[in-house]
C-alpha cells in the first residue's frame, strides 16, 4: 500500500482498522530501540529512584518536579525513564537552550524525543519526523501557515469565536477551559479541517475530544504492546479506528471536490502541496500523511491554544487595571496588547513542560559531553519561571512582551525553536488575539476564586477549569 507521492493510500479499498492497528504496531516502542545503552556515568547528575517513579513525577508532577531538580541538582539534571531507563538531560539555561535549538538537525534529532505521541500522530507527523523527511514535510505544509494564508483564516476564526462568545450567558460562574476547548476544536474542525456539515461535526467532535483528553497512563502504556488489548488502552484504539474512518473520509471525499481549487481550508491547501523537486506525478502527500500531519496539527493546535486562552480570562480577570486595558485595547485595535497577553499566558502558564532533542552522536551540550542515545532539551517550566530573563516572573505583567527590549525565543520557547520551531505559532497567535477580542469586546471578566495546573495527556490545564464570570459591558 503506498504511503507517499502522488499516488496515496486508499483506505476506500481497504478497512480503516488494519492502517490503524499497523500505525500502532510499528509506534509503540518508546524512545527508539536502535539505540545503544547510555553508560550514566557520564551524564550529569540526578535522582537515583527507578525509572518508573521518575517517569511518573516526570509526567505527572512537572510543576513541582522541575523546580526541584533544580534546587537539588542545578540548572542541568538527569532523568530516567521507562522503558529501557531512556535518559534524559534537562537544562534551565539560556545558553544551553540555543546550542540545543542550534545544534545541527542531523545529531538532534526531535522525532525521537516525541516518540511516545507515535501511536496517535503516526509516523509521518512533522513532530515525529527528522532529518529530509522533516524538510520534505515543514517544506510542504508551511505555505498554509504563512502570512496570506493566515489573513485569510482570520475573518472565520473570528466568526467561531464570536458565535461561541455569544452563547455565554451573565452572572453565572463556568469554566473558561470547557467553552475555550470547544471554541478551539470547532477553530480546528472548521479552518483546519475545512468541515463545516453539521452531521459530519457532530461525528467528528466526540472522537476528537476523546483522542485530546488521553490520561498520561494511556501514554505510558502505549510502550507495552499487550496493553492494547485491555480496558482504556483497547478504548483508545478503538476510538482511533473511529476517528481515523471520519478522516480518512473526509480526504478522500475532499480529492475529488469540484471546488478545491477554490478552498482556503489548511486540508484543501494541502491536498494542493506539491514537493516541486519530485518528479512529474510524484510529490503530494498521501492519504495517509494527510491524516498524520491533521492529527498532529488537531493535538498541537487543540487544547494548548485552549489552555493558554483560559488561564490568560483569568489572569485579567483577577486584575481591574488589567481587565480595563484590555477592553482598550479591543476598542482601539491594539492587537499587540492582546497578543502579549496570551504570550504572558503562555509564559507564566506553560502548556508543554519541555522540548527534546535525542542525540544520534556524541555531542556537547551546556559544558558537558553526553553520549549517542541521550536525549536532551530545555525546561520550558524552568526557562520561564528565570529570574534574569524575567523579573518577578511569578507577576503576571504582558508589558513583557512590548517594545524594543521582548524576551529573546531562548528564554520564551512554548513553540520550541530552531529550525523545528512550530509552524503553527503564528496561527496560534492569531487565533488567540481573535478570541480575545470577541471575549473583551463583549464582557467584563472576572475571576472566580483560585487555580492551579493539573496535567492531562501531554499538556498542563487549569485544575478547577479556570472558573469566570461575565457581565456585558
Not at 75 to 85: A, R
Not at 300 to 325: F, K
Not at 422 to 446: K, N, P, Q, T
Amino acid at each position: 500500500m503506498t504511503t507517499t507521492g502522488s499516488r496515496p493510500a486508499d483506505p476506500a479499498q481497504d478497512d480503516t482498522l488494519p492502517l490503524t492497528m499497523r500505525r500502532f504496531r510499528r509506534m509503540s516502542v518508546v524512545g527508539g530501540g536502535d539505540l545503544p545503552p547510555v553508560p550514566l556515568d557520564r551524564l550529569p547528575p540526578g535522582p537515583r529512584w527507578p525509572a518508573l517513579v521518575q517517569t511518573v513525577a516526570l509526567m505527572r508532577f512537572r510543576h513541582q518536579f522541575h523546580p526541584w531538580l533544580q534546587r537539588r541538582y542545578g540548572d542541568v539534571f538527569t532523568v530516567n525513564l521507562i522503558p529501557g531507563n531512556r535518559p534524559l538531560v534537562l537544562f534551565a539555561s539560556p545558553e544551553a537552550t540555543k546550542e540545543i535549538f542550534g545544534g545541527d538537525p542531523e545529531v538532534f534529532h526531535a522525532g525521537r524525543g516525541n516518540a511516545i505521541l507515535g501511536p496517535i500522530m503516526g509516523e509521518h507527523s512533522l513532530l515525529l519526523q527528522d532529518s529530509g523527511e522533516h524538510h520534505r514535510a515543514r517544506k510542504l505544509l508551511m505555505p498554509a501557515f504563512l502570512g496570506h494564508a493566515l489573513r485569510g483564516y482570520r475573518s472565520l476564526v473570528a466568526e467561531v469565536a464570536a458565535d461561541e462568545v455569544g452563547r455565554w450567558r451573565e452572572g453565572e460562574d463556568f469554566r473558561a477551559l470547557e467553552r475555550m476547548n470547544a471554541l478551539t476544536l470547532e477553530v480546528i474542525l472548521r479552518v483546519v479541517f475545512g468541515v463545516t456539515d453539521d452531521e459530519r461535526l457532530a461525528r467528528l467532535r466526540p472522537a476528537v475530544n476523546r483522542t485530546v483528553e488521553i490520561s498520561p497512563a494511556i501514554l505510558l502504556g502505549w510502550a507495552y504492546p499487550r496493553l492494547q488489548r485491555l480496558g482504556p488502552w483497547r478504548r483508545t484504539v478503538d476510538n482511533q479506528v473511529e476517528l481515523d474512518r471520519l478522516m480518512y473520509a473526509e480526504i478522500r471525499e475532499r480529492r475529488s471536490a469540484a471546488d478545491l481549487a477554490d478552498r482556503s481550508d489548511v486540508l484543501s491547501r494541502l491536498l494542493a502541496a506539491h514537493d516541486p523537486e519530485a518528479a512529474p506525478g510524484e510529490g503530494g502527500l498521501s492519504d495517509v500523511e494527510l491524516r498524520d500531519q491533521l492529527v498532529t496539527l488537531l493535538l498541537a493546535g487543540h487544547e494548548t491554544t485552549a489552555s493558554a486562552l483560559s488561564w490568560a480570562l483569568v489572569e485579567v480577570g483577577r486584575n481591574p487595571d488589567l481587565l480595563a486595558r484590555t477592553q482598550r485595547a479591543v476598542d482601539e485595535g491594539d492587537d499587540a496588547w492582546l497578543e502579549a497577553v496570551l504570550k504572558e499566558s503562555m509564559r507564566l502558564h506553560p502548556i508543554i513542560p519541555m522540548v527534546v532533542r535525542t542525540l544520534m552522536e556524541d555531542a556537547t551540550v551546556g559544558g558537558w559531553e553526553l553520549p549517542r542515545g541521550t536525549t536532551v532539551g530545555p525546561s520550558i517550566i524552568l526557562s520561564h519561571q528565570r529570574e534574569q530573563s524575567f523579573p518577578d516572573p511569578e507577576v503576571f505583567r504582558p508589558e513583557r512582551f512590548l517594545g524594543d527590549d521582548v524576551p529573546p525565543l531562548t528564554v520564551w520557547i512554548p513553540f520550541g525553536g530552531g529550525v523545528r520551531r512550530c509552524i503553527g505559532a503564528g496561527f496560534s497567535l492569531m487565533e488567540g488575539v481573535e478570541v480575545l477580542r470577541a471575549v473583551f469586546g463583549a464582557y467584563d471578566v472576572a475571576a472566580v476564586g483560585t487555580d492551579v495546573p493539573k496535567v492531562r495527556n501531554i499538556t498542563s490545564v487549569p485544575r478547577r477549569g479556570a472558573r469566570i464570570r461575565v457581565r456585558a459591558r
